[in-house]
């Protein structure tokens, strides 16, 4: 181990010990350390000393995160760029070529074609990142065509999915011991195969912990994000969901998980389920919902269209009375584009709509309008959202 | 884990600036200086935002490379002749420097970190005990009771060992999250 990586031990143990929760086997480390040197014991006293002050004026210093972020932005990621440099003119092009667009004279624009707007907003695919147990990764995209002979394991990736095939006995070994981790980033989706034959897909933003190969009496997995699951039944070998402090057991069955907002949303397809949260628990059937707060632990439970939860998964964006926050949302983590509401009010607003995932974001923005209740702009990759103005019923 | 996406990189800013502008506060003792390296330091990182396979290496490689900015730095300027002098000599002792701030730093963080995710009530009641103060001067400062403190300290050292205990890659998760 480096220097450094020591030291960052050495930083752990001295937080874990002054919030009072250090393990006795890290104590015993710790106190070793200290005692190694007369240097090491005043560098732990001057640490506990440095930390224990606490912080100077946290309010000047969130302040001057905030400012430095907002410059490293300006400087790297690059629609901030081109922003700045089309500066003061943008907000004047925008309008005049929207309203070209609706009356098809476009054209005004030196005989060139007329500019699509939204040309960079393109629909999420298959996107992922495999992390595997002893910290090699692995990029899977849509191209991307992996198999790979692992001891008593056969991986294979076609873009879309990435299958775990156990082949014979189980043997030991880097690859396949520990828990790995599949993410999926904004604009990606994912499909997983476990070697009990589990499928998990996961939907844009989410990521997934699992083992390999299940050892011990139960099969555990771990969901961030949102994904719908169809458990290989086995009556014998429970299997697990941990969501946020949600532990959701099963024993064969489909449904779909969410964390998003700091709440677990547990969806039942089909089967049956044990939903527990600290001293709550409860059974759902198929066609209940639970949601479960997780700050307070508090658990709602309703029936609903269980189908129209997992329709992301067979590439349907399916709303039902749904509020504009929820939609945009989820249009953001598919399409990676940020929502901006001039308006607080109109996220509130709610709308049924239903429209194939891999079509462009402006059609299911159209269908919306249709309702003049908002009017969309989209800006790069970023889309605001105003509300309805009279006058955009002349330019219609 | 990858620190690739704008919303990524944010919680990797936001969480890791103050710690590294600490850093070179300490070796330049100058704030404007200290802000430009710390900028520096994390175009670095940015531009080999590809290539970090866990949080500990991209943490590793941010306080390193603010260490060799700084060291170049001073190496360019001429005035400073005489520190490069001093350096050579006192490789083993610079190093040592580095390695206590960055402890020092990374306790720090990590501490309050997880004590920011207390509840408020909670939370004051664990500064207080860090500041030294007793359970009978908590309650008197607070106003509650004894007991109070004493079960809010109960629950909150079980949500400290968690949020402690967890790999720091799964607390910078829980903090994309948000």
């Not at chain 1, 998964?313 to 584009?337: C, H, M, N, P, Q």
């Not at chain 1, 429209?355 to 919306?368: A, G, P, V």
Request: net charge negative; hydrophobic share 40%; glycine share 6%.
């Amino acid at each position: 181990m480096s220097l450094l990586r020591k030291h960052f031990r050495i930083a752990l143990w001295i937080a874990e010990e002054l919030a009072g929760v250090i393990s006795g086997e890290d104590q015993a480390r710790l106190d070793a350390w200290r005692e190694e040197h007369p240097v090491h014991a005043r560098e732990y006293d001057e640490i506990r000393a440095y930390v224990a002050a606490g912080k100077e004026d946290e309010e000047v210093e969130k302040e001057c995160v905030k400012r430095e972020w907002q410059k490293f932005e300006r400087e790297h990621f690059r629609k901030y760029v081109i922003w700045r440099k089309i500066g003061r003119y943008a907000a004047v092009l925008v309008l005049p070529l929207l309203i070209g667009g609706y009356f098809g004279v476009a054209s005004w624009l030196d005989g060139e074609q007329p500019v699509v707007v939204s040309a960079g907003i393109v629909p999420g695919g298959g996107k992922a990142r495999l992390v595997m147990a002893n910290g090699r990764a692995l990029n899977l995209d849509e191209k991307l065509e992996v198999k790979l002979d692992l001891p008593g394991m056969k991986v294979v990736t076609d873009g879309k999915k990435i299958v775990y095939r156990a082949m014979g006995e189980p043997v030991a070994d880097t690859l396949t011991a520990g828990i790995n981790t599949l993410f999926v980033p904004r604009g990606g989706e994912y499909m997983l195969e476990l070697p009990d034959g589990t499928r998990v897909w996961l939907n844009s933003d989410s990521e997934l912990r699992f083992p390999v190969r299940f050892a011990g009496d139960k099969r555990v997995v771990e969901i961030e994000g949102e994904a719908y699951f169809e458990v290989a039944r086995n009556e014998k070998w429970p299997f697990h969901v941990m969501a946020r402090g949600t532990d959701i057991r099963v024993l064969g069955t489909s449904f779909n998980v969410s964390t998003y907002r700091g709440r677990t949303v547990t969806t039942l397809v089909e089967g049956r389920v044990c939903l527990t949260h600290g001293t709550g628990a409860v059974m759902m059937l198929p066609g209940r919902q639970v949601e479960v707060m997780a700050e307070t632990g508090e658990m709602i439970m309703r029936e609903v269209d269980a189908k129209s939860f997992t329709l992301w998964k067979d590439g349907v964006f399916y709303f039902e009375g749904a509020d504009l926050e929820t939609i945009t949302e989820r249009l953001s983590r598919w399409y990676d584009v940020d929502i901006v509401f001039e308006d607080e009010e109109l996220k509130k607003s709610r709308f049924s709509v239903e429209m194939k995932r891999y079509d462009e974001i402006q059609d299911l923005l159209t269908k919306i309008e249709k309702t003049r209740k908002v009017k969309f702009l989209i800006q790069g990759k970023a889309v605001r959202v105003h509300k309805w103005l009279d006058s955009y019923d002349l330019i219609e | 884990m990858a620190i690739t996406s704008r919303k990524e990189f944010k919680v990797f800013f936001e969480t890791f600036f103050l710690p590294v502008y600490n850093l070179m506060q300490r070796y330049t003792g100058e704030s404007e200086l200290s802000r430009d390296f710390t900028q520096e330091a994390f175009t670095r990182v940015f531009e080999h935002r590809e290539e970090f396979e866990t949080m500990e290496n991209a943490k590793a490689f941010v306080y390193t490379v603010a260490r060799r900015i700084y060291l170049d730095y001073c190496k360019h300027q001429k005035i400073k002749a005489e520190y490069r002098a001093r350096l050579e000599e006192e490789k083993a002792e610079e190093e040592e420097d580095f390695l206590a701030e960055v402890t020092r730093q990374e306790a720090f963080r990590i501490l309050y970190e997880a004590i920011d995710k207390l509840p408020p009530q909670t939370r004051s009641i664990i500064l207080l005990n860090l500041k030294g103060l007793n359970n009978t001067e908590i309650s008197g400062q607070l106003g509650v009771s004894v007991n109070t403190v004493k079960s809010l300290k109960k629950s909150a050292y079980v949500t400290l060992r968690t949020l402690l205990s967890r790999d720091m890659l799964m607390i910078l998760f829980i903090l994309i999250e948000k």
